[in-house]
Structure formats: structure tokens, C-alpha cells
């Protein structure tokens, strides 16, 4: 049952035994109001402050007709097939210039079409969005110039050298860089990027050099 189902549901029965006890309307709003608020609080927290994977997880499968959160939720276990297929549908949801450049992005990535995945990120109008973008794509690639963007975000910066140092194959390395990033990372992000990191076999091309670091624990 939906959160607004619920709190109609709620407010029906409140009213009925405000009437019968004789209850101050008052008191009813003012119940409404801070259960909504309350709610509204809860929310807030999980997607920019939670680092608890299963309540994130909780909250997107609650959230899955929401394009985005279906797409979050994805990256868990679904296929690559069913990955792009939810991106398909942001892409078809959401015409802003920074999603469709950014998910056009992220779905060439899938294909591993840096060329195209590049052509796409440099047209995502905000600088924080594209940068990290084109730093993703370059350290996908083995690229030491994904070093050289100005990432906004410190969990952006460890993110981009964990995978500089995958491709490379030097695990302490990726394995205090992940750290990090998951350590900075708060809400539906440290979801995103920690599924990123148990499947960042699937995300970045293995080289002979790397073959020692297994797929993320």
C-alpha cells in the first residue's frame, strides 16, 4: 500500500474516532502534519544521508514506478539487458539536457562505446555532471588523465582512481580507493556506487594486469 493510500486511509479513521471521543480538530491536523513531516524527514535521510544498503534498497523497491529508482535498484543483480532497458525508460521520462546527456552516457559505457559515451557527456550542461562523466570514461579506459578533471564531490575523486588502479591491477591500492569512495558516499549514491564496485568487473574492461583482483567482496 502507497505512503498517500496510507495517510488517506489514516486520516478517515482519525476523523471518525476524533468524532466519536470527541477529539479537538486540532489536535487531528496537527497529528497529520507531523506523520507527514516525519515521513517527509525519512526520506530526505535516505536518499542523501543513509549508508544502511537494506533500508536504501527498502525505499527504492517501494519507489520502483519512479524511472530513476527503478534504474538504482537494478544495478543490484538485474542483466545488463534489463539495465539499459531502465535507462531507456529515464531516457524517455526525463528530457532535461544533464539526464538525457548523462544516460546516454552511462549507456554507451554499457557498451563499451567510449567514443559515443564521450559525445554524450560533453553535452551535459553542468560542469559537476560532466566532469565526472568524462573522468569515469577516461579511467574506464586506463586513461591517467581522468586525474586531471576537478571533481566536486570527494567521493568522485576516490571513485575515479579505485578505477584507475583496477585497470592497472594494483588491488591495495583499489581496494583503499573504494574504501573511500564508499566512505564519502551517503544515500542512493552509496547505493549506486557500491553495486558499482561489486560489479565493476562487468563496468570496466579486465586487462591481463588485472586479472588477480576478483570481483568486488
Known amino acids: 500500500m502507497s505512503y498517500t493510500i496510507s495517510l488517506i486511509l489514516f486520516a478517515i479513521i482519525a476523523g471518525i474516532v476524533a468524532v466519536i471521543f470527541k477529539i479537538p480538530f486540532w489536535i487531528l491536523v496537527v497529528t497529520i502534519i507531523s506523520i507527514s513531516l516525519l515521513r517527509a524527514g525519512y526520506v530526505i535521510y535516505i536518499l542523501y544521508r543513509s549508508q544502511n544498503i537494506q533500508k ?4 527504492l523497491q517501494s519507489s520502483i514506478k ?3 529508482y527503478n534504474y538504482t535498484l537494478s544495478l543490484k543483480e538485474s542483466s545488463p539487458a534489463i539495465q539499459k532497458q531502465a535507462i531507456d525508460h529515464i531516457l524517455a521520462t526525463y528530457k532535461s539536457p544533464i539526464m538525457q546527456g ?3 552516457a552511462n549507456r554507451a559505457m554499457m557498451d563499451h562505446n567510449y567514443s559515443a559515451a564521450k559525445d ?4 551535459i550542461p553542468n560542469d559537476m555532471m560532466r566532469n565526472y562523466s568524462l573522468a569515469l570514461i577516461d579511467a574506464t579506459q586506463g586513461n591517467a588523465k581522468a586525474e586531471n578533471y576537478i571533481l566536486a564531490k570527494p567521493w568522485m575523486t576516490s571513485l575515479i582512481a579505485a578505477v584507475l588502479h583496477y ?3 594494483q588491488t591495495d591500492e583499489y581496494e583503499k ?3 573511500q ?5 551517503r544515500g542512493i549514491q552509496y547505493f549506486t556506487n557500491y553495486y558499482y564496485f561489486e560489479r ?3 563496468n570496466v574492461k579486465a586487462s591481463k594486469a588485472n586479472k588477480k583482483i576478483k570481483k568486488s567482496s
Open 200 to 202: 565493476i568487473h562487468e
Open 181 to 185: 569512495a564508499l566512505q564519502y558516499s
Open 120 to 123: 554524450f557527456a560533453e553535452q
Open 56 to 59: 536504501i534498497e527498502r525505499f
Open 177 to 179: 580507493y573504494k574504501t
Open 102 to 104: 548523462t544516460y546516454r
Open 66 to 68: 519512479n524511472p530513476l
Open 167 to 169: 585497470k592497472k591491477g
